[in-house]
T-cell receptor, first 112, second 110 residues
């Protein structure tokens, strides 16, 4: 099992560019989430999904879109990158609520 | 006020020491709590869940005090490999409403 994989590991964008952060898991988990981690802020939930075809907003959804067409994949799209979106992004999956979340290795994004 | 608050540290302790971290939470609706460990520039990994009756896993003991709304983590016989940031996490009602503290950094020295 690869667990949760994320690509790319690092990315530099210019303001206004769009891009998609990829996330995949091979554990057949129903629940997947995207977080961002900033110094002094802790991890904050961006979007989450309880299963294929179902997504919902978390704490900081503005500027991001998600889709969940398969159980395995949960991509995060930045519509028009802004310097405030410079952060480390983690994708996580879980077999159920209240159960351990498994995190991917993260994507370090810098927006200039 | 943040929903989950932790002392950022760092806590500097020698090998073999016992160290304790506390974490306070403000939302009384929080149902479940966890401690995650995060190494530098790595992803968080679950260290242990926190049960109302308290629970122990080897050198690690976690406790929950609902009346005072705090969670604690005790590490006995600290190892160099325990050096990391420890994240306190609460879960509210509803799916995946995990709320992370900003973390407490632990440095264990020889």
């Amino acid at each position: 099992n690869a667990g949760v994989t994320q690509t790319p590991k690092f990315q530099v964008l210019k303001t206004g560019q769009s891009m998609t952060l990829q996330c995949a898991q091979d554990m057949n988990h129903e629940y997947m989430s995207w977080y961002r981690q900033d110094p002094g802020m802790g991890l904050r939930l961006i979007h989450y999904s309880v299963g294929a075809g179902i997504t919902d907003q978390g704490e900081v959804p503005n500027g991001y879109n998600v889709s969940r067409s398969t159980t395995e994949d949960f991509p995060l799209r930045l519509l028009s990158a802004a310097p405030s979106q410079t952060s480390v992004y983690f994708c996580a999956s879980s077999p159920g609520t209240g159960i351990e979340q498994y995190f991917g290795p993260g994507t370090r994004l810098t927006v200039t | 006020r943040k929903e989950v608050e932790q002392d950022p540290g760092p806590f500097n302790v020698p090998e073999g020491a016992t160290v304790a971290f506390n974490c306070t939470y403000s939302n009384s609706a929080s149902q479940s709590f966890f401690w995650y460990r995060q190494d530098c520039r790595k992803e968080p990994k679950l260290l242990m869940s926190v049960y109302s009756s308290g629970n122990e896993d080897g050198r690690f003991t976690a406790q929950l005090n609902r009346a005072s709304q705090y969670i604690s983590l005790l590490i006995r016989d600290s190892k160099l490999s325990d050096s990391a940031t420890y994240l306190c996490v609460g879960m509210n009602t509803g799916f995946q409403k995990l709320v992370f503290g900003t973390g407490t950094r632990l440095l264990v020295s020889p």
